[in-house]
């Protein structure tokens, strides 16, 4: 069965430092997310990517914040300079244009720790 | 803008008890209405979904749940609890296809032997 993979499953970074996020979505879908969960708390919608461009972002999406779909499998969630509150559980998802399939299929996460 | 409203943090059942997690959505638009669970360690997967079709929806590992529009309400019920049942339950609204999603709190269900 087709799924999401995220990689690394657990980063471990030091505060100011630059962390990239690595997903590669389901093959044929064309909506990809992220997503996060601070430990404790609900899961929060980040960004939605469509058609090579953001179609949506939230509040939490500052500039610190960049996706990229660097070829044709890959979606990345980039921090440029992460604080002690960027330690979370990031999820990747990705949904298909098929009318039928109206649910996004999610990785497994990266859990995300700022030292 | 949407919220989801899940009435209780933690559920606790014995094995072979009805299952009853509540979900409560506002919308200004038809929702489209998502369960998702989550075991320790994992992703979050899909249980089922409510995309104005049936109101009643049946999903994986015996879980059903009813759209209530007049109470804006999406419950997530299964007849008898199963211990590989403990996970996390999250409810989850969307405003249309392709959307984001917006999720409750989540509901910690332990089952009890």
């Known amino acids: 069965e087709p799924e999401v993979t995220q990689t690394p499953s657990h980063q471990v970074t030091q505060m100011g430092q630059e962390v990239i996020l690595r997903c590669v979505p389901i093959?044929?879908?064309?909506?990809f997310y992220w997503y996060r969960q601070i430990l404790g708390q609900k899961v929060e919608f980040l960004v939605s990517?469509?058609?090579?461009?953001?179609?949506?972002k939230s509040e939490i999406f500052d500039d610190q914040f960049s996706v990229e779909r660097p070829d044709g499998s890959n979606f990345t969630l980039k921090i440029r300079s992460t604080k002690l509150e960027d330690s979370a559980m990031y999820f990747c998802?990705?949904?298909?244009?098929?009318?039928?399939?109206?649910?996004?299929?999610f990785g497994q996460g990266t859990r995300l720790t700022v030292v | 803008a949407q919220s989801v409203t899940q009435l209780g943090s933690h559920v606790s059942v014995s094995e072979g008890a009805l299952v009853l997690l509540r979900c409560n959505y506002s919308?200004?638009?038809?929702?489209?209405l998502f369960w998702y669970v989550q075991y320790p360690n994992q992703g979050l997967q899909l249980l089922l979904k409510?995309?104005?079709?049936?109101?009643l929806v049946k999903g994986i590992n015996g879980f059903e749940a009813e759209f209530k529009k007049s109470e804006t309400s999406f419950h997530l019920t299964k007849p008898s609890a199963h211990m590989s049942d403990a996970a996390e339950y999250f409810c989850?609204?969307?405003?249309?296809?392709?959307?984001?999603?917006?999720f409750g709190q989540g509901t910690e269900l332990s089952v009890k032997p």
């Open positions: 990517f469509y058609n090579n461009e953001i179609s949506e």
């Open positions: 919308s200004s638009v038809p929702p489209y």
């Open positions: 409510y995309t104005s079709a049936a109101t």
């Open positions: 998802a990705s949904k298909g244009t098929d009318s039928m399939n109206t649910e996004a299929f």
């Open positions: 989850a609204v969307s405003d249309h296809q392709g959307g984001k999603l917006i």
């Open positions: 093959s044929n879908h064309l909506y």
